[in-house]
């Protein structure tokens, strides 16, 4: 996700966002299918209107979670993106979902002379930058349990929908080991 920080829905989007709104197209997007493509040009951004996504890098032929993607969450690879280069993560539906999607042409060619959709570009950038700090510093400072339970209070309704394998990849942690934290916290 961009930024955990900005929450938004289509009856309250910033000012900025607005002149976007003229192309954005709302698509239902199926369960399992991908929006961003771990080597593919990323070509879009888009806001969640209903569902939970998940980002996650492959290494070895393994996934690893960097991230979900919820209701009201703006979301893309920004530095494929804004780079012109094959994204580095893949951004996969966890449910049946629907989001506006905004093109990447169609965004840079109204913002070349839209200083205010520049300005919301850059803080979305620097809110991402933040997030990405936060979870560094919170992998090194807080427990996978302690990260678990911040995951439980901020989404509770959305994190049910989460397979439990992929929320343990996303603590760094095995399935057996979330299985024993949620007995304990139970």
């Given at each position: 996700m961009l930024s955990p920080k900005i929450n938004f829905d289509t009856k309250q989007l910033p000012e900025a966002l607005l002149p976007l709104l003229t192309f954005a197209r709302q698509r239902n997007i199926e369960k399992g299918k991908y929006l961003v493509e771990q080597g593919l040009h990323c070509n879009l951004f888009f806001l969640v209107l209903e569902g939970v996504f998940r980002t996650y890098r492959t290494t070895d032929e393994q996934d690893f979670i960097t991230g979900f993607t919820f209701k009201g969450d703006l979301d893309t690879n920004p530095y494929s993106l804004f780079n012109n280069i094959?994204?580095?993560e893949t951004i996969e539906a966890l449910t049946?979902?629907?989001v506006l999607i905004f093109p990447k042409e169609d965004?840079?060619?109204a913002r070349n002379n839209n200083l205010p959709l520049q300005d919301?570009?850059?803080t979305l950038?620097?809110?991402y930058v933040e997030t990405l700090e936060t979870r560094?510093?919170?992998n090194r400072s807080m427990t996978a349990e302690q990260r678990y339970l911040q995951l439980l209070q901020t989404q509770p309704e959305e994190i049910?929908?989460?397979?439990l394998g992929y929320i343990a990849s996303y603590l760094g942690i095995t399935k057996e080991r979330l299985s024993r934290i949620r007995k304990k916290l139970s």
């Open positions: 094959p994204s580095t049946d979902a629907v965004l840079f060619e919301f570009i850059i950038l620097a809110n560094l510093h919170q049910k929908k989460i397979p």
